[in-house]
């Protein structure tokens, strides 16, 4: 499977972005979904995830402000970006997770594909 990520841009302190994942094949039967952030010199971190059964998950840093959603219809997840701040600035990337179990989802190494990434900057 490969995945496409979007919806990364510039925007000022406070705004709003929607990022997309979509999947070359339907995966939600088999893969939960996650996304992750890097920011310059700094390691890649867990965002958000849902397993296989759509239990989803977050970060503390972005709890309350940040939503992820799929579309099985379209075969699409959504990372929905509210309140955004300076230190979310980072490239996103989409992944995902074979199998995974609920308390592995926040962990890099469950995941086997990874997306190409998705430039996010927060500032005014």
């Known amino acids: 499977v490969q995945l496409q990520a979007s919806g990364g841009g510039l925007v000022q302190p406070g705004a709003s972005l929607k990022l997309s994942c979509v999947p070359s094949?339907?995966?939600?039967?088999?893969?939960?979904v996650g996304w992750f952030r890097q920011a310059p010199g700094k390691q890649r971190e867990f965002v958000a995830a849902?397993?296989?059964?759509?239990?989803?998950k977050y970060a503390d840093s972005v709890k309350g402000r940040f939503t992820i959603s799929r579309d099985n219809a379209k075969n699409m997840v959504y990372l929905q970006m509210n309140s955004l701040q300076p230190e979310d600035t980072a490239v996103y990337y989409c992944?995902?997770?074979?199998?995974?179990?609920?308390?592995?989802?926040?962990?890099?190494?469950?995941?086997?594909?990874w997306g190409q990434g998705t430039q996010v900057t927060v500032s005014s």
């Open positions: 849902f397993n296989l059964s759509g239990s989803s």
């Open positions: 992944a995902a997770a074979p199998r995974v179990i609920y308390s592995q989802l926040s962990n890099p190494a469950s995941y086997d594909t």
């Open positions: 094949r339907r995966i939600f039967g088999s893969y939960g």
